[in-house]
Protein backbone atom coordinates (compact mmCIF):
# COMPACT_ATOMS: atom_id res chain seq x y z
CA UNK A 1 0.00 0.00 0.00
CA UNK A 2 1.14 3.25 -0.99
CA UNK A 3 2.58 5.43 1.80
CA UNK A 4 1.30 8.95 2.10
CA UNK A 5 3.55 11.29 3.55
CA UNK A 6 2.53 13.31 6.74
CA UNK A 7 0.04 16.44 5.47
CA UNK A 8 1.23 20.13 5.63
CA UNK A 9 -1.30 21.66 8.25
CA UNK A 10 -1.24 25.59 8.70
CA UNK A 11 -4.06 26.71 10.99
CA UNK A 12 -4.16 30.94 11.10
CA UNK A 13 -5.57 32.15 14.62
CA UNK A 14 -8.48 34.21 13.92
CA UNK A 15 -8.42 37.43 13.08
CA UNK A 16 -4.53 37.52 14.26
CA UNK A 17 -2.94 35.59 10.87
CA UNK A 18 -0.15 34.18 12.66
CA UNK A 19 0.78 30.52 11.47
CA UNK A 20 1.70 28.11 13.78
CA UNK A 21 4.18 24.85 13.01
CA UNK A 22 3.20 22.84 10.41
CA UNK A 23 4.42 19.44 12.03
CA UNK A 24 2.85 16.90 14.64
CA UNK A 25 4.66 17.13 18.08
CA UNK A 26 6.86 14.09 18.84
CA UNK A 27 4.41 11.50 20.03
CA UNK A 28 5.17 9.19 23.10
CA UNK A 29 6.07 5.71 22.65
CA UNK A 30 2.61 4.58 23.97
CA UNK A 31 1.63 6.28 20.74
CA UNK A 32 3.95 4.64 17.76
CA UNK A 33 2.39 0.77 17.88
CA UNK A 34 1.82 -0.07 14.45
CA UNK A 35 -1.89 0.19 12.80
CA UNK A 36 -1.58 -3.71 12.06
CA UNK A 37 -2.54 -4.87 14.78
CA UNK A 38 -4.79 -1.61 16.00
CA UNK A 39 -8.93 -2.28 16.51
CA UNK A 40 -11.43 -1.04 14.60
CA UNK A 41 -13.34 1.57 16.32
CA UNK A 42 -16.21 -0.72 17.10
CA UNK A 43 -14.30 -3.16 18.70
CA UNK A 44 -12.57 -0.80 20.55
CA UNK A 45 -15.85 1.78 22.04
CA UNK A 46 -17.29 0.14 25.43
CA UNK A 47 -19.79 1.27 27.75
CA UNK A 48 -19.79 0.25 31.79
CA UNK A 49 -23.52 -1.21 32.35
CA UNK A 50 -25.18 -3.04 35.30
CA UNK A 51 -28.54 -4.60 36.06
CA UNK A 52 -31.14 -1.95 34.36
CA UNK A 53 -29.29 -1.09 31.30
CA UNK A 54 -31.32 -1.08 27.74
CA UNK A 55 -29.65 -2.80 25.95
CA UNK A 56 -31.45 -2.11 22.50
CA UNK A 57 -30.99 1.70 23.38
CA UNK A 58 -27.05 1.82 23.97
CA UNK A 59 -26.17 -0.64 21.05
CA UNK A 60 -26.73 2.54 19.06
CA UNK A 61 -23.20 3.92 20.71
CA UNK A 62 -20.96 0.69 20.84
CA UNK A 63 -21.13 -2.93 20.83
CA UNK A 64 -18.74 -3.64 23.70
CA UNK A 65 -20.42 -3.87 27.38
CA UNK A 66 -18.70 -4.42 30.56
CA UNK A 67 -20.87 -5.86 34.01
CA UNK A 68 -20.01 -4.98 37.47
CA UNK A 69 -20.91 -8.51 38.55
CA UNK A 70 -20.91 -9.23 42.24
CA UNK A 71 -19.62 -12.57 43.98
CA UNK A 72 -22.37 -11.92 47.05
CA UNK A 73 -24.92 -12.16 44.33
CA UNK A 74 -24.55 -15.69 43.62
CA UNK A 75 -23.82 -16.78 46.59
CA UNK A 76 -24.25 -15.77 50.43
CA UNK A 77 -20.77 -16.84 51.62
CA UNK A 78 -17.54 -18.39 50.12
CA UNK A 79 -17.82 -22.21 49.79
CA UNK A 80 -21.90 -22.36 49.66
CA UNK A 81 -23.01 -23.97 46.24
CA UNK A 82 -22.90 -22.64 43.04
CA UNK A 83 -26.29 -22.35 41.01
CA UNK A 84 -24.97 -19.97 38.08
CA UNK A 85 -26.80 -18.62 36.46
CA UNK A 86 -29.20 -18.36 39.52
CA UNK A 87 -28.17 -15.90 42.02
CA UNK A 88 -28.74 -16.41 45.53
CA UNK A 89 -32.10 -14.03 45.31
CA UNK A 90 -33.09 -16.18 42.51
CA UNK A 91 -32.43 -13.90 39.50
CA UNK A 92 -31.48 -15.72 36.60
CA UNK A 93 -28.32 -13.89 34.74
CA UNK A 94 -28.71 -15.49 31.27
CA UNK A 95 -32.39 -14.64 31.14
CA UNK A 96 -32.52 -11.25 32.76
CA UNK A 97 -29.21 -9.52 31.71
CA UNK A 98 -26.84 -11.25 29.27
CA UNK A 99 -28.95 -12.97 27.07
CA UNK A 100 -30.32 -10.19 26.72
CA UNK A 101 -27.32 -7.95 26.07
CA UNK A 102 -26.32 -11.01 23.63
CA UNK A 103 -29.97 -10.76 21.69
CA UNK A 104 -28.89 -7.13 20.91
CA UNK A 105 -25.05 -7.82 19.85
CA UNK A 106 -23.00 -7.05 22.89
CA UNK A 107 -20.29 -8.92 23.67
CA UNK A 108 -19.77 -8.83 27.56
CA UNK A 109 -16.85 -8.39 30.03
CA UNK A 110 -17.95 -9.56 32.87
CA UNK A 111 -15.97 -7.63 36.31
CA UNK A 112 -16.04 -10.04 39.07
CA UNK A 113 -16.58 -7.86 42.16
CA UNK A 114 -15.75 -9.31 45.56
CA UNK A 115 -17.98 -6.39 46.90
CA UNK A 116 -19.04 -7.01 50.21
CA UNK A 117 -16.74 -10.10 50.79
CA UNK A 118 -14.17 -7.62 50.27
CA UNK A 119 -12.04 -5.50 52.31
CA UNK A 120 -14.92 -3.26 53.44
CA UNK A 121 -15.91 -6.42 55.51
CA UNK A 122 -14.58 -6.64 59.07
CA UNK A 123 -12.21 -9.21 59.42
CA UNK A 124 -12.39 -10.18 56.04
CA UNK A 125 -9.45 -12.20 55.49
CA UNK A 126 -10.70 -14.75 58.46
CA UNK A 127 -14.14 -14.58 56.18
CA UNK A 128 -12.00 -16.43 53.33
CA UNK A 129 -9.98 -18.66 55.45
CA UNK A 130 -10.39 -22.03 54.47
CA UNK A 131 -12.43 -20.91 50.94
CA UNK A 132 -9.42 -20.25 49.15
CA UNK A 133 -10.00 -23.53 46.90
CA UNK A 134 -13.33 -22.04 46.08
CA UNK A 135 -12.32 -19.29 44.30
CA UNK A 136 -11.09 -21.48 41.83
CA UNK A 137 -14.12 -23.45 41.60
CA UNK A 138 -16.57 -19.98 41.26
CA UNK A 139 -13.78 -19.05 38.34
CA UNK A 140 -14.12 -22.85 36.44
CA UNK A 141 -18.05 -22.55 36.96
CA UNK A 142 -18.22 -19.25 35.56
CA UNK A 143 -15.71 -19.47 32.67
CA UNK A 144 -17.53 -22.79 31.55
CA UNK A 145 -20.92 -21.45 31.94
CA UNK A 146 -20.66 -17.76 30.89
CA UNK A 147 -17.22 -18.15 28.60
CA UNK A 148 -17.02 -18.41 24.95
CA UNK A 149 -16.75 -22.01 24.88
CA UNK A 150 -19.69 -22.50 26.60
CA UNK A 151 -23.14 -23.52 25.14
CA UNK A 152 -24.56 -19.79 25.69
CA UNK A 153 -21.47 -18.15 25.18
CA UNK A 154 -22.64 -14.82 26.78
CA UNK A 155 -19.41 -13.28 27.57
CA UNK A 156 -15.46 -12.93 26.08
CA UNK A 157 -14.29 -11.92 29.54
CA UNK A 158 -13.20 -11.87 33.13
CA UNK A 159 -11.92 -9.38 35.19
CA UNK A 160 -10.94 -10.52 38.51
CA UNK A 161 -11.90 -7.97 41.48
CA UNK A 162 -12.91 -4.33 40.51
CA UNK A 163 -10.89 -1.40 42.18
CA UNK A 164 -9.65 -3.60 45.15
CA UNK A 165 -6.18 -1.04 45.07
CA UNK A 166 -4.36 -0.91 48.46
CA UNK A 167 -7.37 -1.75 50.72
CA UNK A 168 -7.41 -4.91 50.04
CA UNK A 169 -4.53 -7.73 51.57
CA UNK A 170 -2.17 -8.27 49.05
CA UNK A 171 -1.09 -11.50 50.01
CA UNK A 172 -4.66 -12.44 49.98
CA UNK A 173 -5.66 -10.78 46.87
CA UNK A 174 -2.68 -12.95 45.16
CA UNK A 175 -3.97 -15.91 46.39
CA UNK A 176 -7.65 -15.39 45.19
CA UNK A 177 -6.58 -13.88 42.09
CA UNK A 178 -3.83 -17.00 41.43
CA UNK A 179 -6.85 -19.56 42.60
CA UNK A 180 -10.00 -17.86 40.63
CA UNK A 181 -7.39 -17.36 36.97
CA UNK A 182 -6.34 -21.27 37.52
CA UNK A 183 -9.80 -21.72 37.44
CA UNK A 184 -10.90 -19.58 34.57
CA UNK A 185 -8.49 -21.00 32.52
CA UNK A 186 -9.63 -24.30 33.22
CA UNK A 187 -13.16 -23.62 32.44
CA UNK A 188 -12.63 -22.10 29.37
CA UNK A 189 -8.96 -21.45 27.97
CA UNK A 190 -10.64 -19.07 25.69
CA UNK A 191 -11.85 -16.57 27.67
CA UNK A 192 -9.60 -13.40 28.65
CA UNK A 193 -8.45 -12.75 31.90
CA UNK A 194 -8.22 -9.02 33.09
CA UNK A 195 -6.15 -7.54 36.14
CA UNK A 196 -8.30 -5.31 38.49
CA UNK A 197 -7.50 -1.36 38.27
CA UNK A 198 -4.07 -1.26 38.33
CA UNK A 199 -1.22 1.64 37.42
CA UNK A 200 2.78 1.44 36.98
CA UNK A 201 2.84 3.92 40.08
CA UNK A 202 2.28 3.12 44.04
CA UNK A 203 -0.86 1.78 44.59
CA UNK A 204 -4.18 3.99 46.08
CA UNK A 205 -7.59 2.92 47.01
CA UNK A 206 -8.51 2.64 43.35
CA UNK A 207 -5.60 1.00 41.42
CA UNK A 208 -3.33 -1.68 42.50
CA UNK A 209 0.93 -1.24 41.63
CA UNK A 210 1.49 -3.49 38.49
CA UNK A 211 4.96 -4.07 40.19
CA UNK A 212 3.44 -5.72 43.37
CA UNK A 213 2.40 -9.27 41.66
CA UNK A 214 1.56 -8.54 37.74
CA UNK A 215 5.40 -9.25 37.43
CA UNK A 216 5.87 -12.67 39.38
CA UNK A 217 6.17 -15.29 37.30
CA UNK A 218 3.70 -17.38 38.86
CA UNK A 219 0.78 -14.74 38.25
CA UNK A 220 1.93 -13.58 34.39
CA UNK A 221 0.84 -16.35 32.87
CA UNK A 222 -2.65 -16.17 34.53
CA UNK A 223 -3.77 -12.68 32.58
CA UNK A 224 -3.88 -11.55 29.22
CA UNK A 225 -5.00 -7.78 29.35
CA UNK A 226 -3.74 -4.97 32.22
CA UNK A 227 -6.78 -3.25 32.96
CA UNK A 228 -6.70 0.72 33.47
CA UNK A 229 -8.90 3.44 35.45
CA UNK A 230 -8.37 7.02 34.66
CA UNK A 231 -10.29 9.82 35.27
CA UNK A 232 -9.94 13.45 34.43
CA UNK A 233 -9.01 14.41 37.30
CA UNK A 234 -7.15 17.57 38.71
CA UNK A 235 -3.38 16.58 39.85
CA UNK A 236 -3.51 16.97 44.07
CA UNK A 237 0.26 17.99 43.71
CA UNK A 238 -0.18 20.46 41.10
CA UNK A 239 -3.34 22.82 42.14
CA UNK A 240 -4.65 24.15 45.31
CA UNK A 241 -7.74 23.73 43.72
CA UNK A 242 -10.81 20.82 44.50
CA UNK A 243 -9.55 17.54 42.27
CA UNK A 244 -12.30 15.48 42.89
CA UNK A 245 -13.17 18.66 39.21
CA UNK A 246 -12.19 17.13 36.22
CA UNK A 247 -11.09 18.81 33.32
CA UNK A 248 -10.64 18.31 29.73
CA UNK A 249 -8.56 15.10 27.77
CA UNK A 250 -5.94 17.24 26.44
CA UNK A 251 -4.93 19.22 29.65
CA UNK A 252 -1.25 18.49 30.11
CA UNK A 253 -1.35 18.78 34.11
CA UNK A 254 -3.18 15.41 34.40
CA UNK A 255 -2.43 11.87 35.43
CA UNK A 256 -5.36 11.27 32.57
CA UNK A 257 -3.16 9.86 30.07
CA UNK A 258 -0.44 9.47 31.89
CA UNK A 259 -1.02 6.42 33.40
CA UNK A 260 -2.19 5.00 30.30
CA UNK A 261 0.73 5.49 28.72
CA UNK A 262 2.79 4.16 31.73
CA UNK A 263 0.84 0.76 31.79
CA UNK A 264 2.08 0.86 28.22
CA UNK A 265 5.79 1.30 28.64
CA UNK A 266 5.49 -1.44 32.13
CA UNK A 267 3.83 -3.52 29.67
CA UNK A 268 6.60 -3.38 27.02
CA UNK A 269 8.87 -3.88 29.38
CA UNK A 270 7.56 -6.78 31.45
CA UNK A 271 4.65 -8.22 29.95
CA UNK A 272 4.67 -7.78 26.01
CA UNK A 273 2.07 -10.45 25.01
CA UNK A 274 -0.27 -8.45 26.74
CA UNK A 275 -3.12 -5.93 25.98
CA UNK A 276 -4.20 -2.72 27.77
CA UNK A 277 -7.44 -1.82 28.26
CA UNK A 278 -9.12 1.42 29.66
CA UNK A 279 -12.60 -0.56 31.66
CA UNK A 280 -13.40 2.97 32.77
CA UNK A 281 -13.10 6.81 31.90
CA UNK A 282 -15.99 9.45 32.39
CA UNK A 283 -17.43 12.43 32.92
CA UNK A 284 -20.61 14.05 35.07
CA UNK A 285 -22.78 16.21 33.74
CA UNK A 286 -25.86 16.90 35.68
CA UNK A 287 -28.44 20.10 35.07
CA UNK A 288 -28.53 23.21 36.26
CA UNK A 289 -31.48 22.20 38.35
CA UNK A 290 -29.59 19.74 39.93
CA UNK A 291 -26.42 21.99 41.03
CA UNK A 292 -28.84 23.86 43.06
CA UNK A 293 -29.22 20.53 44.95
CA UNK A 294 -25.80 19.52 45.89
CA UNK A 295 -25.29 17.10 49.14
CA UNK A 296 -23.06 18.94 51.33
CA UNK A 297 -19.75 17.32 50.88
CA UNK A 298 -20.43 18.04 47.20
CA UNK A 299 -20.86 21.53 48.62
CA UNK A 300 -17.61 21.82 51.05
CA UNK A 301 -15.96 20.39 47.57
CA UNK A 302 -17.45 23.32 45.65
CA UNK A 303 -17.76 20.15 43.32
CA UNK A 304 -18.70 21.31 39.46
CA UNK A 305 -18.87 18.85 36.94
CA UNK A 306 -19.32 19.40 33.60
CA UNK A 307 -21.83 21.04 30.93
CA UNK A 308 -23.63 18.58 28.37
CA UNK A 309 -22.14 20.00 25.64
CA UNK A 310 -18.36 19.26 27.65
CA UNK A 311 -19.37 15.88 28.68
CA UNK A 312 -20.51 14.99 24.81
CA UNK A 313 -17.03 16.79 23.79
CA UNK A 314 -14.66 15.44 26.08
CA UNK A 315 -15.52 11.82 26.19
CA UNK A 316 -15.65 12.00 22.14
CA UNK A 317 -11.80 13.69 22.01
CA UNK A 318 -11.20 10.87 24.93
CA UNK A 319 -12.06 8.06 22.67
CA UNK A 320 -9.69 9.27 20.06
CA UNK A 321 -6.21 10.38 22.19
CA UNK A 322 -7.05 6.61 23.60
CA UNK A 323 -6.84 5.41 19.76
CA UNK A 324 -3.69 7.14 19.26
CA UNK A 325 -2.12 4.43 22.06
CA UNK A 326 -1.83 1.17 21.93
CA UNK A 327 -5.36 0.72 23.71
CA UNK A 328 -7.38 -2.36 22.58
CA UNK A 329 -10.36 -0.94 24.33
CA UNK A 330 -11.69 1.70 25.90
CA UNK A 331 -14.88 1.37 28.21
CA UNK A 332 -16.94 4.67 29.56
CA UNK A 333 -18.35 5.37 32.26
CA UNK A 334 -21.52 5.00 32.34
CA UNK A 335 -24.81 4.16 30.83
CA UNK A 336 -27.70 6.05 32.75
CA UNK A 337 -27.76 8.27 35.65
CA UNK A 338 -30.98 10.17 37.84
CA UNK A 339 -29.78 13.54 37.39
CA UNK A 340 -27.70 13.38 40.84
CA UNK A 341 -25.38 16.41 41.52
CA UNK A 342 -22.47 14.19 42.44
CA UNK A 343 -18.93 13.17 41.90
CA UNK A 344 -19.75 9.58 39.85
CA UNK A 345 -23.04 10.11 39.67
CA UNK A 346 -24.00 12.03 36.60
CA UNK A 347 -21.60 10.38 34.15
CA UNK A 348 -24.88 8.60 31.78
CA UNK A 349 -25.08 8.85 28.05
CA UNK A 350 -28.59 9.20 29.48
CA UNK A 351 -30.56 10.88 31.92
CA UNK A 352 -33.32 8.66 33.30
CA UNK A 353 -33.03 6.77 30.36
CA UNK A 354 -33.32 9.87 27.93
CA UNK A 355 -30.39 10.90 25.73
CA UNK A 356 -28.10 13.87 26.28
CA UNK A 357 -25.93 15.21 24.14
CA UNK A 358 -23.13 12.77 24.91
CA UNK A 359 -25.36 10.19 23.48
CA UNK A 360 -25.67 11.37 20.17
CA UNK A 361 -22.14 12.45 19.81
CA UNK A 362 -20.83 8.86 20.66
CA UNK A 363 -23.49 7.38 18.91
CA UNK A 364 -22.04 9.44 16.00
CA UNK A 365 -18.35 8.57 16.39
CA UNK A 366 -19.39 4.75 16.88
CA UNK A 367 -21.35 4.70 13.22
CA UNK A 368 -18.41 7.43 11.21
CA UNK A 369 -15.29 5.63 12.49
CA UNK A 370 -16.93 1.69 13.74
CA UNK A 371 -15.34 0.59 10.76
CA UNK A 372 -11.80 2.20 10.46
CA UNK A 373 -8.85 2.17 12.83
CA UNK A 374 -6.47 4.59 14.04
CA UNK A 375 -3.60 5.35 11.30
CA UNK A 376 -1.36 8.22 12.15
CA UNK A 377 -1.23 11.97 13.90
CA UNK A 378 -1.84 14.29 10.96
CA UNK A 379 -1.45 17.16 13.65
CA UNK A 380 -1.09 18.03 17.22
CA UNK A 381 -0.58 21.48 18.31
CA UNK A 382 -1.60 21.98 21.84
CA UNK A 383 -3.43 23.92 23.11
CA UNK A 384 -4.43 24.85 18.96
CA UNK A 385 -5.21 21.89 16.76
CA UNK A 386 -5.46 17.97 16.90
CA UNK A 387 -5.95 16.32 13.71
CA UNK A 388 -6.23 12.76 13.42
CA UNK A 389 -6.60 10.22 10.42
CA UNK A 390 -8.73 6.85 10.31
CA UNK A 391 -8.21 4.30 7.83
CA UNK A 392 -11.14 1.63 6.43
CA UNK A 393 -10.55 -2.03 7.51
CA UNK A 394 -11.20 -3.04 4.43
CA UNK A 395 -10.87 -0.45 2.11
CA UNK A 396 -7.52 1.46 2.27
CA UNK A 397 -9.03 4.49 0.00
CA UNK A 398 -11.28 5.81 2.27
CA UNK A 399 -10.05 7.92 5.14
CA UNK A 400 -11.87 9.84 8.05
CA UNK A 401 -9.36 13.29 9.34
CA UNK A 402 -11.09 14.11 12.88
CA UNK A 403 -10.00 17.66 13.54
CA UNK A 404 -10.70 19.60 16.75
CA UNK A 405 -9.15 22.25 19.34
CA UNK A 406 -7.63 20.54 22.08
CA UNK A 407 -8.80 22.90 24.76
CA UNK A 408 -11.57 23.26 27.39
CA UNK A 409 -12.22 23.93 30.84
CA UNK A 410 -11.99 22.49 34.67
CA UNK A 411 -15.66 22.82 35.17
CA UNK A 412 -18.81 24.32 33.56
CA UNK A 413 -18.88 27.48 35.50
CA UNK A 414 -15.27 28.12 35.66
CA UNK A 415 -14.53 32.19 35.63
CA UNK A 416 -13.74 33.63 32.04
CA UNK A 417 -13.98 30.59 29.97
CA UNK A 418 -14.87 31.18 26.24
CA UNK A 419 -14.91 28.44 24.12
CA UNK A 420 -11.60 28.36 21.40
CA UNK A 421 -11.90 28.36 17.80
CA UNK A 422 -9.78 28.93 15.10
CA UNK A 423 -9.92 29.33 11.46
CA UNK A 424 -7.60 26.23 9.82
CA UNK A 425 -6.53 25.58 6.54
CA UNK A 426 -6.00 21.71 6.05
CA UNK A 427 -3.89 21.27 3.29
CA UNK A 428 -2.83 18.20 1.24
CA UNK A 429 -5.55 16.06 2.37
CA UNK A 430 -5.12 12.75 0.48
CA UNK A 431 -8.10 12.75 -1.65
CA UNK A 432 -11.90 14.42 -2.05
CA UNK A 433 -14.11 15.62 0.94
CA UNK A 434 -17.16 13.26 0.29
CA UNK A 435 -18.68 15.11 3.41
CA UNK A 436 -17.51 17.47 6.56
CA UNK A 437 -19.36 16.53 9.62
CA UNK A 438 -19.90 18.30 12.69
CA UNK A 439 -20.09 16.76 16.11
CA UNK A 440 -24.43 15.64 17.25
CA UNK A 441 -25.93 17.04 20.07
CA UNK A 442 -29.35 15.55 19.45
CA UNK A 443 -31.69 13.42 17.35
CA UNK A 444 -31.91 13.72 13.40
CA UNK A 445 -29.53 14.78 10.65
CA UNK A 446 -26.45 14.92 11.27
CA UNK A 447 -24.99 18.67 11.37
CA UNK A 448 -22.93 19.99 7.96
CA UNK A 449 -19.79 22.08 8.78
CA UNK A 450 -19.32 24.93 6.71
CA UNK A 451 -16.12 24.79 4.54
CA UNK A 452 -14.17 26.40 1.37
CA UNK A 453 -12.02 24.73 -1.18
CA UNK A 454 -8.29 26.21 -0.22
CA UNK A 455 -5.52 25.65 -3.34
CA UNK A 456 -5.50 22.18 -4.95
CA UNK A 457 -6.01 20.07 -2.41
CA UNK A 458 -6.79 21.67 0.86
CA UNK A 459 -9.64 23.09 2.81
CA UNK A 460 -10.44 26.02 5.12
CA UNK A 461 -12.96 25.87 7.88
CA UNK A 462 -13.56 26.92 11.46
CA UNK A 463 -12.55 24.31 14.14
CA UNK A 464 -13.77 24.50 17.74
CA UNK A 465 -13.46 22.06 21.19
CA UNK A 466 -16.20 19.53 18.71
CA UNK A 467 -14.39 17.31 16.69
CA UNK A 468 -15.40 17.44 12.88
CA UNK A 469 -15.35 14.61 10.87
CA UNK A 470 -13.98 15.02 7.29
CA UNK A 471 -14.76 12.31 5.30
CA UNK A 472 -12.47 11.81 2.61
CA UNK A 473 -12.19 8.97 -0.33
CA UNK A 474 -8.76 8.61 -1.95
Known sequence: MKHFLLAAVVICLAGSGMHC????????????????????????????GHFTFRPR??????????SYHNIDWDVKAPGDPLTIPIAAN???????????????GFETDI??????????????????????????????????????SGE?????????????GNRFDLALFKTLFKKMAQGIRAGDPRAKILTPAVNARKADGYSQDLNDIYNDKDILPL??????????????????????????????????LKVIDEAIEWRNRNAKDKEVWVTEFGYDACTPEAMKHRKD????????????SMQAQYLVRSFLVFAARDVQRAYLYYYNDEDEAAFHAASGLTRNFKPKMSFWAVKQLYQTLGDYRFKRIVKRDKGELYVYEFEHGSDPKKLVWVAWSPTGAKTQEQEGYQPHQISATLDSLPGI????????????DIPQQQWKKAGVSGITLTIGESPVYIVINK
Open 21 to 48: SSSASEPSSAETAPVIGRPLFKDFMGIN
Open 57 to 66: LYAQTCRLAR
Open 90 to 104: QVNWKRDVYGSWKKE
Open 111 to 148: CIQFSSFGAGRPNYKQFWAGHEQWCYDYGKAMAAYYGP
Open 152 to 164: ERLCTSFEIGNEP
Open 223 to 256: YDVINVHTYATLDKSLTSENTWNRSFPEDASLNY
Open 297 to 308: WMLKLNWQGASD
Open 433 to 444: PVSVNAMATAAG
